[in-house]
């Protein structure tokens, strides 16, 4: 072969090596083949992305000291509600993927283990749904008091929703405080009511149908 044969051959395989490695720079065969195994609504799913680098351990312990639910409870929830279909929750596929959709999950689940951690979920929050709501009716809250409560868990609860990448505007943020605050008027009336079996207030004789 002459020399401009072979110069032509070496750029030829130079070419084509460069074509290879720009497809995928620096990733390894195996990482690729892996990657196209993860559907794709997965590997689009953006919540969770604040969480980069948070250790199981610690997202635990905060949600521990806030609320009834566990951080794996808690992920598995936000999932269910992100992965249902007309069918039903995509039990199969959150578990599977549930490292590459979670961060500080690193572990995959079965469906039961996914489905026990949905139920956990539901059970904490009506039998914390009831207990919040008897303290409301029972009277054992002032009107302030009870303020400050909806204040307290409505500010862990935006949180939440912001860690999962929820993003609320002040004026969006105003609205639901004010929508919460004006339901929670009409609980502490209707309780009122309900004890009492009259319009009128027993502490100050006024009249529990008049708006604030």
């Known amino acids: 072969m002459s020399q401009e044969g072979e110069e032509q051959t ?6 084509a090596e460069s074509e290879a490695e720009s497809a995928s720079p620096g990733v390894p065969d195996a990482e690729r083949e892996e990657a196209s195994d993860v559907p794709e609504d997965v590997q689009k799913y953006a919540r969770f992305q604040k969480m980069d680098g948070a250790q199981y351990d610690r997202v635990n ?10 951080a794996r409870e808690w992920a598995i929830a936000r999932l269910c509600a992100d992965f249902r279909t007309e069918t039903g929750v995509e039990m199969t596929k959150i578990g599977e993927n549930l490292p590459e959709l979670v961060p500080f999950m690193t572990d995959t689940y079965t469906p039961q283990a996914v489905n026990q951690a949905r139920s956990a979920f539901e059970e904490k929050v009506r039998k914390a749904g009831a207990t919040f709501l008897y303290g409301a009716m029972c009277d054992f809250f002032t009107a302030d008091e009870l303020d400050d409560v ?3 868990t409505t500010e862990i609860a935006k949180f939440l929703l912001e860690v999962e990448g929820v993003d609320l505007t002040v004026d969006e943020e105003l609205d639901a405080e004010e929508r919460i605050s004006s339901v929670m008027r009409d609980v502490r009336r209707a309780s009122d009511d309900l004890r009492h079996h009259t319009e009128e207030c027993p502490h100050c004789g006024g009249d529990l149908t008049a708006d604030d």
Do not use: G
Request: charged share 35%; aromatic share 16%.
């Open 10 to 15: 070496r750029q030829s395989t130079t070419d």
């Open 61 to 70: 312990e905060f949600l521990r000291e806030r609320t009834y639910v566990t």
């Open 150 to 152: 909806m204040y307290e």
